[in-house]
T-cell receptor
Framework: AQTVTQSQPEMSVQEAETVTLSCTYDTSESDYYLFWYKQPPSRQMILVIR??????QNATENRFSVNFQKAAKSFSLKISDSQLGDAAMYFCAYSQGGSEKLVFGKGTKLTVNP | GAGVSQSPSNKVTEKGKDVELRCDPISGHTALYWYRQSLGQGLEFLIYFQGNSAPDKSGLPSDRFSAERTGGSVSTLTIQRTQQEDSAVYLC????????????FGSGTQLSVL
């Protein structure tokens, strides 16, 4: 079974600084997708960024970028120029190609200090 | 509405009672998902609907859990004879056709079983 591990239960960053959240996953599949979701106190999960495993290039979305290391099965999220609104739980998730199911890690709570 | 709507927002029930949780997806979205988030955990997949059919219900934890979707729109998750371990946030998500398009999540129902 596929598993997703987030080894940092909590992280903190100063406003305007950069922070990296770690995620590793375990799969024997070659066709899969990886995601980072943000969950603010409202509980509503919001897609931050996604990466297709077949793509070599790391995905970026404005201040958010990933470091996808396929051989190491690592998928870290970098948040640049952190803002107070970035404070939330961040979840890494995996989906096998052809499946409609997401497998989530346990999350990292990010605090942004003014 | 503009987003995925879930009701009730909070539900407190007594052990052994049945509960129904409702999800109104975004209009026109054919794919609908239910996830469960227990305290301090990531999200756990429960069931996926495409239209009114449920091609993947592999995540339903026991036969006390059932879900249906009618008219390709509203979905109801029913938990019979609730147990304390059923206490969690139940999140619903929808997408236009499937998971490889953007998932939109609701704010969930916090279920507390006393």
């Amino acid at each position: 079974a596929q598993t997703v591990t987030q080894s940092q239960p909590e992280m903190s960053v100063q406003e305007a600084e950069t922070v990296t959240l770690s995620c590793t996953y375990d799969t024997s599949e070659s066709d899969y997708y990886l995601f980072w979701y943000k969950q603010p106190p409202s509980r509503q999960m919001i897609l931050v960024i996604r990466q297709e495993a077949y793509k070599q290039q790391n995905a970026t979305e404005n201040r958010f970028s990933v470091n996808f290391q396929k051989a190491a099965k690592s998928f870290s999220l970098k948040i640049s120029d952190s803002q107070l609104g970035d404070a939330a739980m961040y979840f890494c998730a995996y989906s096998q190609g052809g499946s409609e199911k997401l497998v989530f890690g346990k999350g990292t709570k990010l605090t942004v200090n003014p | 509405g503009a987003g995925v709507s879930q009701s009730p927002s909070n539900k407190v029930t007594e052990k052994g009672k049945d509960v129904e949780l409702r999800c109104d997806p975004i209009s026109g979205h054919t794919a609908l998902y239910w996830y469960r988030q227990s305290l301090g955990q990531g999200l756990e997949f429960l069931i996926y609907f495409q239209g009114n059919s449920a091609p993947d219900k592999s995540g339903l934890p026991s036969d006390r859990f059932s879900a249906e979707r009618t008219g390709g729109s509203v979905s109801t998750l029913t938990i019979q004879r609730t147990q304390q371990e059923d206490s969690a946030v139940y999140l619903c998500a929808s997408s236009l056709q499937g998971m490889y398009e953007k998932l939109f999540f609701g704010s969930g129902t916090q279920l507390s079983v006393l």
